[in-house]
């Protein structure tokens, strides 16, 4: 009997402990994990602050049955992801602070009615490579939940390891992109010659525009300052592209014919330099996510600055393109 009677009072003790102690616990808990990544921070920073990625490394994708919904722009504030599945549960996590490429913040919400937390991540250049910070914050435990935030190193942060692992592996399998930034341009004054072809035609084009323009300044001896460029005022490989041929001059004159005057603009522009031949392709996806990134709104053309000849210089792995979106 006084073993059962023991056995019952250890029972009691394990059910006060269980009830009682919560109460002197937080409601909320937060663990934080971090890695070095051999990879430019751009290059990490687009894997979490574009929600699409996370299926990609994310260590909370186990569940086969899960189904995700994403709304809002694609990366970035405001970009959300919901979820559903057997395991999963329902939820969502939306970006609330995006910092490029130091800082972001996102909103986690479990279940209907169920709590939230906050994500936060940090991102810092080292000697090393990319030191990446994750921290989790879950608020508003309930009562007994808050037992959660004792062990949560012990269940949440083997998770977030191996999370940042994937992402690790995944950043550093990934080519780095063009070097892009924001620059300060003058004004130019440029004569160009405006034409439009499908893409089978654009080096034909050119190869005309150029010739009447380089005649046309070698007839009236106006001093060309620079290289050649080429303003594209749209872009649509399926259907006619609009193109401005042009060289800089050293002051306005007057339009003549098929020869106009442009005022290349100056202030703002997003910028990269392209080496290699005519595919610049890379380079301007680069500027795009750049773009994207830091939200930035530009005008309705783009241009091109040549500073090669292709007949002259044969070597187009040494070609260098710089290009130009600039800002409204």
């Known amino acids: ?167 690790k592996e995944l950043a550093e399998s990934l080519p780095e992109p063009p070097k892009v ?27 005309k525009s150029y010739g009447e323009l380089m005649s046309y300044v070698t007839r009236k001896e106006i001093p060309v300052t620079g290289k050649q460029f080429a303003v594209y005022h749209n872009w649509d490989p399926e259907a006619y592209i609009k193109v401005s041929a042009g060289v800089p001059v050293d002051k306005e004159y007057k339009s003549s014919g098929r020869v106009s005057y442009f005022e290349l603009p100056g202030g703002e522009a997003v910028f990269a330099k392209h080496i290699g031949g005519y595919n610049s392709g890379p380079a301007h996806y680069a500027i795009d996510d750049y773009i994207k990134d830091f939200n930035i709104e530009t005008r309705d053309f783009i241009w091109e600055n040549y500073l090669y000849d292709p007949i002259t210089d044969t070597d187009s792995t040494q070609w260098v393109t710089y290009i130009y979106y600039p800002i409204k």
């Open 1 to 167: 009997m006084r073993i059962l009677k023991n056995i019952g009072v250890f029972i009691v003790f394990i059910i006060a402990i269980i009830v009682v102690v919560p109460y002197f616990l937080a409601d909320r808990a937060s663990t934080t994990d971090e890695v070095v990544i051999k990879a430019k921070p751009q290059v990490i920073f687009r894997q979490v602050n574009m929600l699409e990625n996370w299926t990609q490394w994310s260590p909370f994708e186990d569940d086969p049955t899960i189904v995700n919904t994403y709304s809002g722009p694609d990366r970035g504030v405001g970009n959300t992801r919901s979820w559903i599945g057997e395991k999963a549960g329902t939820g969502s996590m939306t970006i609330t602070e995006s910092d490029p490429y130091l800082y972001i913040s996102n909103k986690l919400r479990f279940g209907p009615d169920g709590g939230g937390g906050i994500g936060s991540w940090n991102f810092a250049v080292t000697d090393e490579g990319t030191k990446v910070s994750w921290t989790i914050r879950i608020l508003k435990l309930g009562y007994f939940e808050r037992w959660f935030g004792v062990f949560i190193n012990f269940t949440l942060k083997p998770m977030m390891d191996d999370g940042l692992t994937k992402l």
């Open 181 to 207: 930034k924001t620059i300060i341009l003058d004004p130019k004054h440029t004569l160009v010659v405006f034409d439009s072809t499908k893409m089978d035609g654009m080096q034909a084009m050119f190869e």
